[in-house]
């Protein structure tokens, strides 16, 4: 799939990065489909293409200083062949498709594109994530608006992929971001300002200011309960995997409670990359 | 892969997907787990629940015999098929195979004929599953009679499933995995505690009585009759293009579900006429193995094999009614019949016309009540299938085309298909005169359409020219 130049990004009052941010598009390859970006993040987008699922300019807006995976996907019943549905609606999925990388083009975002015909949605969405190498994926919601990001945050692993991943998405935008975490009980309220504090500095030092973030420690024996309150009041919740797959992430998994429960995108963090980091 | 891809499902073969140029794939979606259960579910219905009380009638305890033959047979098809399934991993199976290999004629005959006995297998399962149903509803103390509410049930259930299938969006791959394992599970603590109470462990020796009392030529018609049994493992070909690391999983699945079935195949026979002998096996017909449970364990025995016969005639004619729908996709596809045939609307994503070219005449089949007639066309119009994909890969092979590239080699080349290909036309031999002739109107019908309506398709080795 194309990209568009940077030179050739129109202007949409974003400030230019600043020094010591990764780049996220001038190091893209230039038919950069199978390669992954070299040290920016990149976003699988699936879009239920064929159902009228459209990807909401707030979002396209927000995914523009990251590579995107634009996945349109055709879910179909095991009673028919996915060859027969490609057969009658290549075509019009192939045209749906083109219009939403368009969008993300127009936004400037590196865009590459798939269209997967399956009985599985979610094994694609692995499959394709492991081959195009995205970090995170964004389950779709409504967002009118994108103003403010949650950011729950559990433990020490993982942090630090997790922040990085936002502090592209923020930085140069007027985002607001709640770092939160749950504690179980008091005596580890210490433990966890502590971890939003350095949570909080590595985002400032990759150029969001120190006053769009803040940071929420809760008690609560209930965190995904918890989690899913806050999220009430956020446009978009950033979870990292905890188990080995988006699949359990989202059928079997605690996060299934966020998901559910959230009325705006939830961009999940893929575990491979998480575990990267901890090393 | 090759260099010059198979029209007109052509594309790059992966693990997990088939890509198409211009970026569009298609997701692969069913494991080995998934292929075995396709397999297994399809024939474990017929050979279990329904055929030991007529394999036994006619041929007494040498009808074990019987399926051992039908799964040397299958056997002998199922390595050919699976090199062949393993060079081309696309819908269609059988089909893709022969019209490849041997052109559209023989496709179109095939193609059609695979349909058709497909459809001639779901009535015949649907007309078991009412034998099921009847005699669960008189173990409830509701005797309903046999004839005609077996046909009333069949029916019901035939129309029922249609209509699921075409409307129905929930994914039940996952269901019929449980359905396959629990019934292997039940049959194979049946068959334990049988064959210990045979060899003498709980009393008695129990002798089967004379091997075989009619001699030996019903161990052949028998075996023809109950080949039904093993249809299908070319169930698993015709979703080829859906499994996952086809190379690996679409061999396994095939040989595995052939030899699975026909390991339990055997042990029920000789279990159940060892239990109760053959002529009470015959007396009880289509449920007899229902009898061999009760003589077991009593009324509980008999209510659970009851429900597992109702589980297992169900999910043989369920799978084989989307097994025909997939093979008129294929068809469709080439254009050997329309391409309305396979349509698909989007509301439910179904394809709603094959589906119904199914339906509509497999309830009509299970009208008749015709068990034997039903399952013995089934069975000719498979055989026909089974010799032409030996012949197909004799064909290929002698040709060798530049695509040509299995993943899985038959062992014992030319041999085992030569002989798979003389035995599926030999044992068609042995069936009745009315299901031969019956399978020889349906194939002179396909001929006729082909004739009439395809004879400019050109397909093949059109791997290239579409």
């Keep these: 799939m194309s990209e568009t130049p940077p030179d050739e990004r129109p202007s949409d009052g974003r400030e230019e990065p600043p020094d010591g941010r990764p780049s996220a598009n001038g190091e893209e390859p230039v038919d950069g489909d199978d390669t992954p970006p070299r040290d920016g993040h990149r976003v699988l987008v699936p879009v239920e293409i064929l159902r009228g699922e459209a990807v909401p300019d707030a979002v396209v807006e927000a995914l523009a200083s990251v590579s995107v995976v634009v996945l349109g996907y055709h879910e179909i019943p095991e009673q028919t062949a996915p060859g027969q549905a490609r057969m009658q609606f290549e075509e019009r999925a192939q045209n749906e498709l083109a219009?939403?990388?368009?969008?993300?083009?127009?936004?400037?975002?590196?865009?590459?594109?798939?269209?997967?015909?399956?009985?599985?949605?979610?094994?694609?969405?692995?499959?394709?994530?492991?081959?195009?190498?995205?970090?995170?994926?964004?389950?779709?919601?409504?967002?009118?608006?994108?103003?403010?990001?949650?950011?729950?945050?559990?433990?020490?692993?993982?942090?630090?992929?997790?922040?990085?991943?936002?502090?592209?998405?923020?930085?140069?935008?007027?985002?607001?971001?709640?770092?939160?975490?749950?504690?179980?009980?008091?005596?580890?309220?210490?433990?966890?300002?502590?971890?939003?504090?350095?949570?909080?500095e590595t985002l400032a030092g990759i150029g969001s200011e120190g006053e769009r973030i803040r940071r929420t420690v809760v008690v609560d024996d209930r965190p995904l309960e918890t989690i899913a309150e806050v999220a009430e009041d956020h446009d978009v919740t950033v979870v990292g995997e905890s188990r080995p797959s988006i699949r359990d992430r989202i059928f079997g998994d605690p996060s299934e409670l966020i998901a559910e429960r959230s009325v705006g995108p939830v961009l999940v963090v893929r575990r491979p990359y998480l575990e990267l980091d901890e090393e | 892969m090759s260099t010059d891809p198979p029209a007109p499902e052509s594309g790059t073969v992966t693990e997990d997907a088939t890509r198409h140029e211009g970026g569009t794939e298609l997701e692969r979606t069913i494991g080995l787990a998934g292929g075995l259960s396709i397999g297994v579910g399809t024939m474990i219905g017929a050979g279990i629940f329904v055929f030991p009380g007529l394999a036994a009638g006619n041929a007494g305890p040498a009808a074990a015999a019987s399926f051992a033959v039908g799964a040397v047979v299958a056997l002998l098809v199922a390595l050919p098929t699976s090199e062949l399934a393993t060079a081309m991993p696309k819908s269609g199976g059988g089909y893709f195979f022969i019209s490849r290999g041997m052109g559209a004629v023989y496709g179109a005959i095939v193609g059609i004929s695979l349909w058709l006995g497909l459809v001639f297998a779901s009535a015949f399962y649907l007309v078991g599953f009412g034998e099921y149903a009847v005699g669960a509803l008189a173990e409830a103390g509701v005797p309903v009679g046999g004839g005609t509410m077996v046909v009333v049930l069949g029916v019901a259930v035939g129309v029922g499933l249609t209509a699921m299938s075409v409307t129905g969006t929930e994914n039940t791959a996952a269901l019929q995995n449980v359905i396959v394992a629990l019934l292997l599970l039940l049959l194979s603590a049946f068959l334990f505690y049988g064959l210990l109470d045979a060899v003498g462990v709980f009393g008695a020796e129990t002798v089967p009585g004379t091997f075989a009392p009619e001699g030996y030529l019903p161990v052949l018609t028998t075996a023809a009759l109950v080949f039904t049994s093993y249809l299908g493992f070319a169930q698993v070909a015709t979703v080829a293009g859906e499994i996952t690391d086809p190379g690996r999983n679409l061999p396994l699945a095939m040989v595995g579900s052939v030899v699975i079935v026909g390991i339990f195949y055997v042990l029920t026979i000789f279990v159940a006429t060892s239990a109760i002998g053959s002529a009470a096996?015959?007396?009880?017909?289509?449920?007899?193995?229902?009898?061999?449970?009760?003589?077991?364990?009593?009324?509980?025995?008999?209510?659970?094999?009851?429900?597992?016969?109702?589980?297992?005639?169900?999910?043989?004619?369920?799978?084989?009614?989307?097994?025909?729908?997939?093979?008129?996709?294929?068809?469709?596809?080439?254009?050997?019949?329309?391409?309305?045939?396979?349509?698909?609307?989007?509301?439910?994503?179904?394809?709603?016309?094959?589906?119904?070219?199914?339906?509509?005449?497999?309830?009509?089949?299970?009208?008749?009540?015709?068990?034997?007639?039903?399952?013995?066309?089934?069975?000719?119009?498979?055989?026909?299938?089974?010799?032409?994909?030996?012949i197909a890969l004799l064909v290929i092979r002698r040709e060798d085309p530049d695509w040509y590239d299995p993943d899985f080699t038959v062992p014992g080349y030319p041999v085992v298909p030569a002989v798979g290909a003389l035995s599926s036309f030999a044992l068609i031999g042995f069936m009745q005169r009315s299901s031969q002739a019956v399978g020889l109107v349906v194939m002179a019908g396909a001929l006729g359409w082909y004739l009439y309506y395809a004879r400019d398709v050109r397909l093949k080795g059109g791997f290239g020219d579409e």
Aim: proline share 4%; glycine share 8%; charged share 15%.
């Design chain 2, 281 to 390: 096996l015959e007396d009880a017909g289509e449920t007899a193995i229902v009898e061999v449970a009760r003589e077991f364990f009593g009324v509980p025995g008999a209510v659970a094999i009851l429900f597992a016969g109702l589980l297992a005639t169900l999910s043989s004619a369920n799978a084989s009614i989307l097994s025909a729908s997939r093979a008129l996709y294929a068809v469709s596809r080439d254009a050997i019949v329309p391409a309305g045939a396979s349509r698909i609307n989007l509301k439910y994503g179904t394809p709603h016309v094959a589906l119904a070219l199914v339906g509509g005449p497999v309830v009509a089949l299970v009208a008749t009540g015709q068990t034997e007639l039903l399952a013995e066309v089934a069975s000719f119009l498979h055989l026909v299938m089974y010799g032409l994909i030996c």
């Design chain 1, 99 to 200: 219009d939403v990388v368009g969008a993300f083009e127009a936004a400037g975002a590196p865009v590459t594109s798939r269209l997967v015909f399956t009985h599985d949605p979610m094994k694609t969405f692995e499959r394709i994530a492991v081959e195009l190498s995205c970090d995170s994926i964004l389950l779709l919601r409504a967002a009118p608006t994108i103003d403010r990001l949650l950011v729950p945050i559990r433990g020490n692993v993982n942090v630090e992929h997790i922040v990085g991943l936002v502090g592209t998405l923020v930085a140069g935008t007027d985002i607001e971001v709640t770092l939160l975490h749950v504690a179980s009980e008091p005596e580890a309220v210490d433990d966890a300002e502590a971890l939003l504090g350095s949570a909080a």
